[in-house]
């Protein structure tokens, strides 16, 4: 059926209408009614109805800033019945927004009462609140008497509201207004009055002010509650094209406490609500997301705002900060929409076109004001005429009033006889008897040639322009010496987006690498420092599968970036900090997850990219085949990774290393055996060349290590399968020719079993020892004595039964003390000096020595070695254990006795010394002990109840009968 079909059937009167077409009309006239008449401020007096009918009935009841407050409820009463016909708590709600200090830059309202916080607290009932106009509100409604404005009538018809009120401040600018309406919104921030009169001022000496000129003069937004602006970027595009948004952040401090540091803040973002900031904090601690935090107090008063959040010791607190910028309104972004209605049209203004309508609005408000006085002066000139008129001719004027019947026929008499209008005749017969005196004459002569003056000055704003310019301008300089304040919030130019590198800390880390390919990053701080021989920390828990061991182990920082060998002879980057965290005993997460490896292919090493300009990066294989590449070939890595060599079929990438192209380089064998060549004898490669050969190796051997030496001071430390090693001087490996066998670095015998690895080390090395149940001890150097390149070693970690050591990794500190002390019930630290005692038919002097951390699960291993007096090498490495099961500090000192008895009778005496705790005592008298005699050295020292075992069967020293001793004596 057609529309006319349908219309024919229709009864007489009813017309057809698509129900398209009216849904569309009636939402398009309720969407105009929302923008209109409730969201959307108007961009001369920068007000939404609601405001404006606020002011206008507070202005009506004269609550001015100079009379007494008055109930709330009175003013949302008077508004209701009057000029907003809409739920009180929408007026209320808005007279709170224009109380709070915290809200509006510059408040309209003066509240007495609870009228809510920063905390959100909201205002108290309207019953119970009073208030009244602040006094730069007045200058919203000055010149409201005098036809400035439109007037229109009110919702019933029963009075007249305007429909614009004159302000003459840019209160749109400095308060700033939000606001959603139905298919848009609008979001200006507030600014400084001072810097927006600024504007004006030069917007109305040249209206061709460009928009980088004002913005010079704003350059940002002022918000209440002050805070840092970060960044000008996006205020400048919203300035420019109304769009855009700025970044504040809140104020904070961070200052050193008896605890540790803590951060302070002390402004908050705008409209950031503190109580919920509080409880956000608290739940990212809760979550751990952000952690490092201990305490969180809200110490804010009526002085101001404080809200302590106490860091952790050893935490960075600018990590901390940085990570609350993150997750935490303590930054916010804080979008700008200038969109406001010009003529009841929403349209988006820049800030000039702001500042235009403003001034514009001005112009037809002064221009107003100056007719609307001219008329009143023009009015009383009239009248003041009359007056001359009727003193010139006094006694006739009154002698017509006094034959007059009535006041109409005095008028019109008058009128008729002096040519006067009515208004003049009516003022004269008004005018009381007083104004007849000489005096009273003079002033209404004076009074005249004011009101003349005056006329010709209103003429001249109304007919010039810039006259007219000019009286906006001292309005708005007055508005500026009496309200002006400085500026709140901070402006920051430079800012960068926060990153990941921004929240992490760039601590030490140690990057710990598996054969089956897991990997994990742990803080070095887990390993506290220990001592040689101790039994180590749990670093990883049993691995699954028997022969997965730990292949590489690294030390480095979490904002480095990772070079992933394989291999393959790939080579992929990945940042440090985006390897999973694990907990010292965690097992990690699967390198494949992490990178795009193919099949049969595995990471064998790791290099850190910091430092990398004008190196060279030195790569081995098992076969031994070397090669040197530039590293900045390395530089820029594909997520697909790159060729870092060519490589033969049965052969593998084994060792990589940093050198600075002028180096020695040292490689080691699993078999004890050692080369030390130039590094100028490998020349610098591309990424695809294979290498050429570094160290021929015997049948079965492999290559396990390479050092780059660039310090001939600093020594080699080789490590063991049994948990042996020792420290050689570099300059006991003589310089060859590459592609040679090499020498002997350690002996691979039973007791040692097969080299693991090789590290250089320095004054201020460590070393981290793991075996291949992810057990994991720290050392120093200094506790490993430097031998000859024949020598054995000595234990460097006691490993468990069917245990082997898997790698070992040496990094440098510049303080030692920055590495934590290894966790016991106490420590302690003990030596014992044997002079001339004869073992094995030879006289020797060694050294016994006891150190580490002393508990009821750890004992303290002591280990004895021997120096030969001629040969000055290692002849003999007898080696004792010394355990404790009780707590050596905190305790009373007493006496210990501690005896020393040789195998062989000998009439040599010895002489001992005992420190412990980190503390040497020594005896004043030394005693001489003779052969076979339980006659002992004394010492003022803590309990030890020990044993000594025997460790080998070649040592000449035997086990005495602890049941014939004290519990305090120990013999050997």
Same mark, same amino acid.
């Given at each position: 059926?057609?529309?006319?079909?349908?219309?024919?059937?229709?009864?007489?009167?009813?017309?057809?209408?698509?129900?398209?077409?009216?849904?569309?009309?009636?939402?398009?006239?309720?969407?105009?009614?929302?923008?209109?008449?409730?969201?959307?401020?108007?961009?001369?007096?920068?007000?939404?109805?609601?405001?404006?009918?606020?002011?206008?009935?507070?202005?009506?009841?004269?609550?001015?800033?100079?009379?007494?407050?008055?109930?709330?409820?009175?003013?949302?009463?008077?508004?209701?019945?009057?000029?907003?016909?809409?739920?009180?708590?929408?007026?209320?709600?808005?007279?709170?927004?224009?109380?709070?200090?915290?809200?509006?830059?510059?408040?309209?309202?003066?509240?007495?009462?609870?009228?809510?916080?920063?905390?959100?607290?909201?205002?108290?009932?309207?019953?119970?609140?009073?208030?009244?106009?602040?006094?730069?509100?007045?200058?919203?409604?000055?010149?409201?008497?005098?036809?400035?404005?439109?007037?229109?009538?009110?919702?019933?018809?029963?009075?007249?509201?305007?429909?614009?009120?004159?302000?003459?401040?840019?209160?749109?600018?400095?308060?700033?207004?939000?606001?959603?309406?139905? =298919?848009?919104? &609008?979001?200006?921030?507030?600014?400084?009055?001072?810097?927006?009169?600024?504007?004006?001022?030069?917007?109305?000496?040249?209206?061709?002010?460009?928009?980088?000129?004002?913005?010079?003069?704003?350059?940002?937004?002022?918000?209440?509650?002050?805070?840092?602006?970060?960044?000008?970027?996006?205020?400048?595009?919203?300035?420019?094209?109304?769009?855009?948004?700025?970044?504040?952040?809140?104020?904070?401090?961070?200052?050193?406490?008896?605890?540790?540091?803590?951060?302070?803040?002390?402004?908050?973002?705008?409209?950031?609500?503190?109580?919920?900031?509080?409880?956000?904090?608290?739940?990212?601690?809760?979550?751990?997301?952000?952690?490092?935090?201990?305490?969180?107090?809200?110490?804010?008063?009526?002085?101001?705002?404080?809200?302590?959040?106490?860091?952790?010791?050893?935490?960075?607190?600018?990590?901390?900060?940085?990570?609350?910028?993150?997750?935490?309104?303590?930054?916010?972004?804080?979008?700008?929409?200038?969109?406001?209605?010009?003529?009841?049209?929403?349209?988006?203004?820049?800030?000039? @076109?702001?500042?235009?309508?403003?001034?514009?609005?001005?112009?037809?408000?002064?221009?107003?004001?100056?007719?609307?006085?001219?008329?009143?002066?023009?009015?009383?000139?009239?009248?003041?005429?009359?007056?001359?008129?009727?003193?010139?001719?006094?006694?006739?004027?009154?002698?017509?009033?006094?034959?007059?019947?009535?006041?109409?026929?005095?008028?019109?008499?008058?009128?008729?006889?002096?040519?006067?209008?009515?208004?003049?005749?009516?003022?004269?017969?008004?005018?009381?008897?007083?104004?007849?005196?000489?005096?009273?004459?003079?002033?209404?002569?004076?009074?005249?040639?004011? %009101?003349?003056?005056?006329?010709?000055?209103?003429?001249?704003?109304?007919?010039?322009?810039?006259?007219?310019?000019?009286?906006?301008?001292?309005?708005?300089?007055?508005?500026?010496?009496?309200?002006?304040?400085?500026?709140?919030?901070?402006?920051?130019?430079?800012?960068?987006?926060?990153?990941?590198?921004?929240?992490?800390?760039?601590?030490?880390?140690?990057?710990?690498?598996?054969?089956?390919?897991?990997?994990?990053?742990?803080?070095?701080?887990?390993?506290?420092?220990?001592?040689?021989?101790?039994?180590?920390?749990?670093?990883?828990?049993?691995?699954?599968?028997?022969?997965?061991?730990?292949?590489?182990?690294?030390?480095?920082?979490?904002?480095?970036?990772?070079?992933?060998?394989?291999?393959? =002879?790939?080579?992929?980057?990945?940042?440090?900090?985006?390897?999973?965290?694990?907990?010292?005993?965690?097992?990690?997460?699967?390198?494949?997850?992490?990178?795009?490896?193919?099949?049969?292919?595995?990471?064998?090493?790791?290099?850190?990219?910091?430092?990398?300009?004008?190196?060279?990066?030195?790569?081995?294989?098992?076969?031994?085949?070397?090669?040197?590449?530039?590293?900045?070939?390395?530089?820029?890595?594909?997520? +697909?990774?790159?060729?870092?060599?060519?490589?033969?079929?049965?052969?593998?990438?084994?060792?990589?290393?940093?050198?600075?192209?002028?180096?020695?380089?040292? %490689?080691?064998?699993?078999?004890?055996?050692?080369?030390?060549?130039?590094?100028?004898?490998?020349?610098?490669?591309?990424?695809?060349?294979?290498?050429?050969?570094?160290?021929?190796?015997?049948?079965?051997?492999?290559?396990?290590?390479?050092?780059?030496?660039?310090?001939?001071?600093?020594?080699?430390?080789?490590?063991?399968?049994?948990?042996?090693?020792?420290?050689?001087?570099?300059?006991?490996?003589?310089?060859?020719?590459?592609?040679?066998?090499?020498?002997? /670095?350690?002996? &691979?015998?039973?007791?040692?079993?097969?080299?693991?690895?090789?590290?250089?080390?320095?004054?201020?090395?460590?070393?981290?020892?793991?075996?291949?149940?992810?057990?994991?001890?720290?050392?120093?150097? +200094?506790?490993?004595? /430097?031998?000859?390149?024949?020598?054995?070693?000595?234990?460097?970690?006691?490993?468990?039964?069917?245990?082997?050591?898997?790698?070992?990794?040496?990094?440098?500190?510049?303080?030692?003390?920055?590495?934590?002390?290894?966790?016991?019930?106490?420590?302690?630290?003990?030596?014992?000096?044997?002079?001339?005692?004869?073992? =094995?038919?030879?006289?020797?002097?060694?050294?016994?020595?006891?150190?580490?951390?002393?508990?009821?699960?750890?004992?303290?291993?002591?280990?004895?070695?021997?120096?030969?007096?001629?040969?000055?090498?290692?002849?003999?490495?007898? @080696?004792?254990?010394?355990?404790?099961?009780?707590?050596?500090?905190?305790?009373?000192? +007493?006496?210990?006795?501690?005896?020393?008895?040789?195998?062989?009778?000998?009439?040599?005496?010895?002489?001992?010394?005992?420190?412990? /705790?980190?503390?040497?005592?020594? +005896?004043?008298?030394?005693?001489?002990?003779?052969?076979?005699?339980?006659?002992?050295?004394?010492?003022?020292?803590?309990?030890?109840?020990?044993?000594?075992?025997?460790?080998?069967? @070649?040592?000449?020293?035997?086990?005495?009968?602890?049941?014939?001793?004290?519990?305090?004596?120990?013999?050997?």
């Amino acid at each position: 059926m057609s529309a006319e079909q349908a219309q024919d059937t229709l009864p007489k009167g009813t017309k057809l209408v698509l129900i398209e077409d009216e849904l569309k009309n009636s939402f398009l006239d309720y969407a105009m009614s929302v923008v209109v008449s409730r969201a959307i401020p108007d961009v001369r007096d920068g007000l939404k109805p609601v405001h404006r009918r606020v002011l206008y009935a507070m202005h009506e009841l004269g609550y001015h800033h100079n009379k007494p407050y008055r109930k709330s409820v009175r003013v949302v009463g008077d508004v209701l019945g009057k000029y907003h016909p809409h739920g009180d708590q929408a007026v209320y709600n808005t007279m709170v927004g224009m109380v709070q200090d915290f809200a509006k830059r510059y408040p309209l309202l003066d509240g007495q009462g609870n009228w809510g916080s920063v905390d959100g607290d909201n205002a108290a009932a309207m019953r119970y609140t009073e208030v009244r106009m602040q006094k730069i509100t007045q200058e919203i409604l000055a010149d409201i008497e005098k036809n400035t404005v439109p007037f229109v009538p009110n919702f019933d018809e029963s009075t007249i509201e305007p429909t614009i009120l004159p302000s003459r401040l840019p209160n749109l600018l400095i308060n700033g207004t939000a606001g959603i309406a139905v =298919g848009m919104a &609008t979001s200006i921030p507030p600014h400084n009055l001072g810097e927006v009169i600024d504007g004006c001022l030069a917007f109305l000496a040249n209206e061709a002010l460009t928009d980088d000129e004002l913005i010079k003069l704003i350059p940002a937004p002022d918000f209440p509650t002050g805070g840092i602006i970060c960044g000008r970027s996006g205020v400048l595009t919203a300035y420019k094209t109304g769009r855009g948004k700025v970044v504040v952040r809140g104020v904070t401090d961070i200052q050193e406490t008896k605890k540790g540091f803590a951060i302070i803040i002390t402004e908050l973002p705008y409209q950031v609500n503190k109580a919920e900031l509080i409880i956000k904090i608290a739940d990212l601690v809760k979550n751990k997301i952000v952690e490092g935090i201990s305490n969180i107090r809200d110490e804010s008063d009526r002085r101001g705002m404080r809200v302590v959040i106490e860091v952790r010791k050893n935490e960075i607190p600018d990590v901390i900060l940085n990570q609350l910028y993150k997750y935490t309104p303590l930054q916010t972004s804080i979008s700008i929409l200038s969109l406001a209605l010009l003529d009841n049209r929403p349209l988006i203004f820049t800030l000039r @076109e702001l500042v235009k309508q403003f001034l514009l609005h001005r112009e037809t408000v002064v221009y107003k004001r100056t007719v609307f006085d001219l008329e009143k002066a023009q009015a009383r000139e009239h009248i003041l005429l009359g007056f001359i008129i009727a003193l010139d001719n006094i006694d006739p004027v009154v002698q017509l009033i006094k034959k007059s019947k009535t006041a109409e026929d005095a008028m019109i008499a008058l009128e008729k006889e002096y040519k006067l209008s009515v208004e003049q005749s009516k003022a004269i017969l008004e005018m009381r008897l007083q104004r007849l005196t000489g005096l009273e004459q003079e002033k209404i002569h004076s009074e005249i040639a004011e %009101i003349k003056k005056k006329i010709e000055y209103l003429n001249s704003v109304i007919n010039n322009r810039d006259i007219l310019k000019k009286e906006i301008k001292d309005e708005l300089v007055f508005i500026k010496e009496n309200y002006a304040n400085p500026r709140r919030t901070k402006i920051e130019d430079t800012f960068e987006s926060l990153t990941d590198t921004d929240l992490i800390p760039d601590e030490d880390v140690v990057i710990t690498l598996t054969q089956k390919g897991y990997i994990k990053r742990v803080s070095l701080d887990t390993y506290g420092v220990q001592h040689r021989g101790g039994k180590g920390k749990m670093g990883m828990q049993k691995l699954e599968d028997n022969d997965d061991i730990v292949r590489d182990m690294f030390v480095t920082k979490n904002l480095d970036e990772l070079l992933f060998f394989t291999s393959l =002879g790939r080579v992929y980057s990945m940042p440090v900090y985006e390897v999973a965290e694990g907990s010292r005993t965690s097992k990690g997460r699967a390198v494949i997850n992490l990178l795009p490896l193919v099949a049969g292919e595995s990471v064998v090493k790791l290099l850190c990219m910091r430092g990398m300009e004008n190196k060279q990066i030195v790569m081995v294989t098992k076969k031994g085949v070397i090669k040197k590449t530039d590293a900045k070939a390395f530089a820029k890595i594909r997520v +697909s990774g790159i060729r870092a060599l060519g490589l033969n079929d049965d052969d593998a990438l084994a060792f990589c290393g940093v050198s600075s192209g002028d180096d020695n380089i040292v %490689i080691a064998t699993a078999f004890g055996q050692g080369i030390r060549f130039k590094e100028s004898e490998v020349r610098t490669m591309g990424r695809q060349a294979a290498g050429v050969r570094g160290i021929k190796l015997k049948e079965k051997d492999r290559v396990v290590g390479m050092e780059i030496i660039a310090d001939e001071d600093k020594n080699l430390l080789f490590a063991t399968a049994q948990g042996y090693g020792k420290r050689t001087r570099v300059g006991d490996f003589r310089v060859a020719h590459r592609g040679g066998l090499g020498v002997r /670095t350690i002996p &691979t015998d039973r007791r040692n079993g097969e080299v693991v690895g090789l590290v250089i080390v320095g004054g201020n090395s460590h070393i981290l020892l793991i075996d291949d149940s992810g057990k994991i001890i720290h050392l120093l150097p +200094s506790e490993i004595r /430097t031998m000859g390149r024949q020598a054995k070693g000595v234990r460097l970690i006691r490993l468990d039964k069917d245990r082997t050591l898997a790698s070992i990794v040496a990094f440098e500190q510049d303080e030692e003390d920055e590495v934590n002390g290894s966790s016991g019930t106490g420590s302690s630290n003990a030596t014992v000096k044997a002079d001339n005692v004869q073992i =094995g038919g030879k006289i020797v002097s060694g050294v016994l020595k006891a150190d580490g951390a002393v508990s009821s699960e750890d004992g303290v291993d002591v280990e004895f070695s021997t120096t030969s007096e001629t040969e000055n090498e290692v002849h003999h490495e007898p @080696e004792v254990s010394f355990q404790s099961a009780t707590p050596v500090v905190d305790q009373e000192p +007493s006496e210990h006795v501690v005896s020393l008895q040789p195998v062989q009778e000998t009439p040599d005496a010895m002489s001992i010394e005992l420190s412990s /705790t980190g503390v040497t005592q020594k +005896s004043e008298d030394v005693q001489q002990v003779a052969p076979h005699s339980n006659q002992g050295v004394r010492f003022e020292e803590p309990p030890l109840s020990a044993f000594v075992e025997l460790i080998e069967e @070649e040592s000449p020293w035997i086990l005495g009968d602890e049941s014939s001793h004290d519990s305090d004596t120990m013999m050997f």
